[in-house]
């Protein structure tokens, strides 16, 4: 992802993750994506999207210990209108990035170092 402002490219192929773009806006960090393929899901709900998707985050630090992410979802070809969800986060800094395995994943049992 760059991070210097420059707009997002033209997409000539989607992708699974799309393509993202960030920069600041104040104190805010804002990262817009958009060339996502159709082939997955918004979420575990199932909540559909199509190529038309673009995603705008802001990441803004309410204080030392919070963080909000703001998430837009922007879909013409899945929903009428753009919506958002804000999700607030607790930012923990100088500390570790624990691995974390969701029982039910079908990879599970074929882990090395079980």
């Known amino acids: 992802m760059f991070t210097d402002g420059r707009p997002l490219p033209e997409v000539h192929n989607p992708a699974w993750l799309g393509y993202s773009v960030g ?3 104040g104190d805010t960090f804002v990262v817009e994506t958009a ?3 159709d082939l997955t899901w918004l979420d575990d709900g199932g909540h559909p ?3 038309q998707l673009k995603v705008t985050e802001r990441f803004h630090r309410v204080n030392f210990g919070r963080m909000d992410l703001e998430i837009t979802v922007n879909d013409p070809g899945a929903y009428a209108k753009p ?3 804000t999700i607030p986060k607790d930012l923990l800094p100088d500390t570790d990035l ?3 395995i969701c029982e039910n994943e079908k990879d599970y049992s074929h882990l090395v170092g079980k």
Request: proline share 0%; glycine share 6%; charged share 35%.
């Open 35 to 37: 060339g996502f393929n």
């Open 83 to 85: 919506w958002k969800a």
């Open 49 to 51: 999207h199509t190529e």
């Open 98 to 100: 624990i691995e974390w």
């Open 23 to 25: 920069r600041w806006d």
